[in-house]
T-cell receptor, first 115, second 112 residues
Framework: DTEVTQTPKHLVMGMTNKKSLKCEQHMGHRAMYWYKQKAKKPPELMFVYSYEKLSINESVPSRFSPECPNSSLLNLHLHALQPEDSALYLC??????????????FGPGTRLTVL | DQQVKQNSPSLSVQEGRISILNCDYTNSMFDYFLWYKKYPAEGPTFLISISSIKDKNEDGRFTVFLNKSAKHLSLHIVPSQPGDSAVYFCAASAGNNNDMRFGAGTRLTVKP
């Protein structure tokens, strides 16, 4: 299995809703990432988990809460989002560990719309 | 602060000809550079990379050139094929690949 899967593919939510995005990989990768991508903009790094510990948090608002229950799963919990949070949310993974240069494998993304 | 820049939002090339996609960066600490390709409704897929100790890396039809003094890299696709039509992202990292910065992307269209 050489892919990163993300669910759901599309999500529409109101500003008072609580929802979660899920990401899964079974490649034995030890680093997992959340990116946010707005239209015609580059992916922007949000969070990095390395060996199931949060290693990078790029000053993301607290209405986004990441969780890494185990080495294969990565969640992004959403609460009280704003319409400007509407974007494509990409999950990625990489082998991590002592490999200094390792490419990231991306999932197809979740298209989020906040009404 | 856009540390990685792709100044051409789009490029159109005839099938069989060379496609050249350009990327500039501002952070002199970047030492590893990657190109990703993205089709609609899919996540980016890794294409080719180069570390700062090299100035060229080749993989089949794809070659990446790095000019450290100019802080510039380019991706050459020869010959271009219609299936190469996609958005190409340049990315860079400094030391630890966990923090990777992307350019805005260039949409390549290869016409039959």
């Amino acid at each position: 299995d050489t892919e990163v899967t993300q669910t759901p593919k599309h999500l529409v939510m109101g500003m008072t809703n609580k929802k979660s995005l899920k990401c899964e990989q079974h490649m034995g990768h030890r680093a997992m990432y959340w990116y946010k991508q707005k239209a015609k903009k580059p992916p922007e790094l949000m969070f990095v988990y390395s060996y199931e510990k949060l290693s990078i948090n790029e000053s993301v608002p607290s209405r986004f809460s990441p969780e890494c229950p185990n080495s294969s799963l990565l969640n992004l919990h959403l609460h009280a989002l704003q319409p400007e949070d509407s974007a494509l949310y990409l999950c990625a993974s990489s082998p991590g560990g002592r490999v200094r240069y390792n490419e990231q494998f991306f999932g197809p993304g979740t298209r989020l719309t906040v009404l | 602060d856009q540390q990685v820049k792709q100044n051409s939002p789009s490029l159109s090339v005839q099938e069989g000809r060379i496609s050249i996609l350009n990327c500039d960066y501002t952070n002199s600490m970047f030492d590893y550079f990657l190109w990703y390709k993205k089709y609609p409704a899919e996540g980016p897929t890794f294409l080719i990379s180069i570390s700062s100790i090299k100035d060229k890396n080749e993989d089949g039809r794809f070659t990446v050139f790095l000019n450290k003094s100019a802080k510039h890299l380019s991706l050459h696709i020869v010959p271009s094929q219609p299936g190469d039509s996609a958005v190409y992202f340049c990315a860079a990292s400094a030391g630890n690949n966990n923090d990777m910065r992307f350019g805005a992307g260039t949409r390549l269209t290869v016409k039959p």
